[in-house]
């Protein structure tokens, strides 16, 4: 079987550390879907390493990892990821797997990215410009490079030609910058990424299953910013549900066994778009710094919010969630009162629906509260050692979701990972 974790909320769950935890159990650890905006945060010999486009169980002895045809990659960041990997005494290269159907991020890629953000003005849609949308329209336009391409003699010639096209396209928009710089290193990383062992990833994995290998599906981002079922229009490009597994590796969904679902204690998002419960005063504020909340990958300060059950309980449902894991539960150590929303007041009705298209005008967040904790939750080690109000408010997040809490974090070292059941 293939069982599946990933992010229940707009990313930035911590599923770096989740993943880097449970690699141990696994023989195979693969990326099904995402690029370069991904920001997957671990701590090797207590240094942060931030991946973005290689799996996370890379600093694992014995385990491979798969970068599977869902994923878009960009050379640039892959051989400083690969560089960065190397600089902590690991060999990446007899690691690492790619899929021969994943799609390459051109330089011109991230020029239409920032050229689109720029057009679209106040309705902008925060994105990291990493050139993941623009990439995932080529790739469903069927004018896509793939990691295949690469190896043929004429992947320069097809380079050129969807270059020529993007130039023509960036011409029209009224974009002058100078394609050149954005095209610095290029080349050189495309060799790089032609030394890591190129597959054909679907056989390689439903072998693999069937020959009893464990294999554990990363997922990128989170549920809230699917592609469709997030909140759209400010999502992402790609599937990022557990059914994203199947088409992002090749994989049939009768295969597929666990879902580990990741949420925080709180809510986060960066960028534009619908966040029902953020805070604006001086509780948000608290959140950011206690959380250290600013993006892994663009540096950007994320907005806070108390948890939101109702958008929790719509990603548990879509995912089919079978493990729930919350996150920085510590950074609630220094709350009196602890407020989850459990339903929204729409046109006068109240509804525990997430809806179709978020207004914050139009939609008003319903609260629970709940007791702090007292004590440094960080510094609990087993079942026994957790406050009985954290334990309270466990109970309640897993009756309102009908979906037990198999883990909790308490930090951000290795070790801080409390297994309930």
């Given at each position: 079987?293939?069982?599946?974790?990933?992010?229940?909320?707009?990313?930035?769950?911590?599923?770096?550390?989740?993943?880097?935890?449970?690699?141990?159990?696994?023989d195979?650890?693969?990326?099904?879907?995402?690029?370069?905006?991904?920001?997957?945060?671990?701590?090797?010999?207590?240094?942060?390493?931030?991946?973005?486009?290689?799996p996370?169980?890379?600093?694992?002895?014995?385990?491979?990892?798969?970068?599977?045809?869902?994923?878009?990659?960009?050379?640039?960041?892959?051989?400083?990821?690969?560089?960065?990997?190397?600089?902590?005494?690991?060999?990446?290269?007899?690691?690492?797997?790619?899929?021969?159907?994943?799609?390459?991020?051109?330089?011109?890629?991230?020029?239409?990215?920032?050229?689109?953000?720029?057009?679209?003005?106040?309705?902008?849609?925060?994105?990291?410009?990493k050139?993941?949308?623009?990439?995932?329209?080529?790739?469903?336009?069927?004018?896509?490079?793939?990691?295949?391409?690469?190896?043929?003699?004429?992947?320069?010639?097809?380079?050129?030609?969807?270059?020529?096209?993007?130039?023509?396209?960036?011409?029209?928009?009224?974009?002058?910058?100078?394609?050149?710089?954005?095209e610095?290193?290029?080349f050189?990383?495309?060799?790089?990424?032609?030394?890591l062992?190129?597959?054909?990833?679907?056989?390689?994995?439903?072998?693999?299953?069937?020959?009893?290998?464990?294999?554990?599906?990363?997922?990128?981002?989170g549920?809230?910013l699917?592609?469709?079922?997030?909140?759209?229009?400010?999502?992402?490009?790609?599937?990022?549900?557990?059914?994203?597994?199947?088409?992002?590796?090749?994989?049939?969904?009768?295969?597929?066994?666990?879902?580990?679902?990741?949420?925080?204690?709180?809510?986060?998002?960066?960028?534009?778009?619908?966040f029902?419960?953020?805070?604006?005063?001086?509780?948000?504020?608290?959140?950011?710094?206690?959380?250290?909340?600013?993006?892994?990958?663009?540096?950007?300060?994320?907005?806070?919010?108390?948890?939101?059950?109702?958008?929790?309980?719509?990603?548990?449902?879509?995912?089919?969630?079978?493990?729930?894991?919350?996150?920085?539960?510590?950074?609630?150590?220094?709350?009196?009162?602890?407020?989850?929303?459990?339903?929204?007041?729409?046109?006068?009705?109240?509804?525990?629906?997430?809806?179709?298209?978020?207004?914050?005008?139009e939609?008003?967040?319903?609260?629970?509260?709940?007791a702090?904790?007292?004590?440094?939750?960080?510094?609990?080690?087993?079942?026994?050692?957790l406050?009985?109000?954290?334990?309270?408010?466990?109970?309640?997040?897993?009756?309102?979701?009908?979906?037990?809490?198999?883990?909790?974090?308490?930090?951000?070292?290795?070790?801080?990972?409390?297994?309930?059941?």
């Amino acid at each position: 079987m293939i069982d599946v974790l990933l992010g229940l909320q707009w990313g930035d769950e911590g599923k770096g550390k989740i993943v880097d935890y449970l690699a141990k159990d696994y023989d195979i650890i693969a990326r099904f879907q995402g690029g370069p905006n991904a920001g997957h945060t671990l701590y090797v010999k207590d240094k942060k390493v931030v991946l973005h486009t290689i799996p996370s169980g890379v600093f694992h002895d014995d385990i491979i990892n798969v970068i599977g045809n869902g994923v878009v990659i960009d050379p640039i960041t892959l051989k400083k990821e690969l560089e960065t990997i190397n600089s902590h005494g690991v060999d990446p290269v007899s690691k690492i797997l790619v899929s021969d159907r994943a799609h390459i991020i051109l330089p011109t890629h991230r020029a239409l990215d920032k050229a689109n953000e720029i057009a679209k003005g106040k309705n902008k849609i925060g994105s990291t410009l990493k050139g993941i949308g623009p990439t995932y329209m080529d790739k469903t336009g069927r004018n896509g490079i793939r990691v295949g391409d690469v190896h043929k003699d004429d992947f320069v010639e097809r380079y050129n030609r969807l270059k020529e096209k993007h130039s023509k396209l960036l011409s029209q928009m009224g974009f002058d910058e100078d394609l050149a710089t954005y095209e610095e290193g290029f080349f050189e990383a495309v060799e790089v990424l032609k030394t890591l062992k190129v597959i054909k990833a679907e056989y390689y994995l439903n072998k693999a299953i069937d020959a009893g290998k464990k294999v554990l599906a990363e997922g990128a981002q989170g549920m809230m910013l699917d592609i469709d079922f997030g909140t759209y229009p400010f999502v992402t490009s790609s599937n990022t549900i557990s059914a994203g597994l199947c088409n992002g590796l090749g994989v049939p969904p009768t295969k597929v066994g666990k879902v580990f679902g990741i949420t925080k204690a709180y809510c986060t998002r960066v960028g534009g778009g619908p966040f029902p419960t953020e805070l604006f005063d001086e509780t948000g504020e608290k959140l950011r710094k206690l959380g250290s909340e600013f993006g892994a990958t663009t540096g950007r300060p994320r907005r806070c919010g108390w948890l939101d059950l109702v958008a929790l309980n719509y990603s548990c449902m879509i995912n089919g969630v079978t493990d729930l894991i919350i996150t920085k539960t510590d950074i609630m150590d220094e709350f009196e009162t602890i407020k989850v929303a459990t339903s929204y007041i729409v046109d006068g009705g109240e509804t525990q629906e997430f809806p179709f298209e978020y207004q914050p005008e139009e939609c008003e967040p319903v609260y629970e509260e709940h007791a702090g904790w007292e004590g440094n939750l960080s510094e609990c080690k087993t079942i026994a050692d957790l406050p009985k109000n954290f334990v309270a408010y466990q109970k309640s997040i897993e009756s309102y979701l009908d979906v037990k809490v198999s883990f909790v974090s308490n930090g951000v070292g290795r070790e801080q990972l409390i297994q309930l059941g």
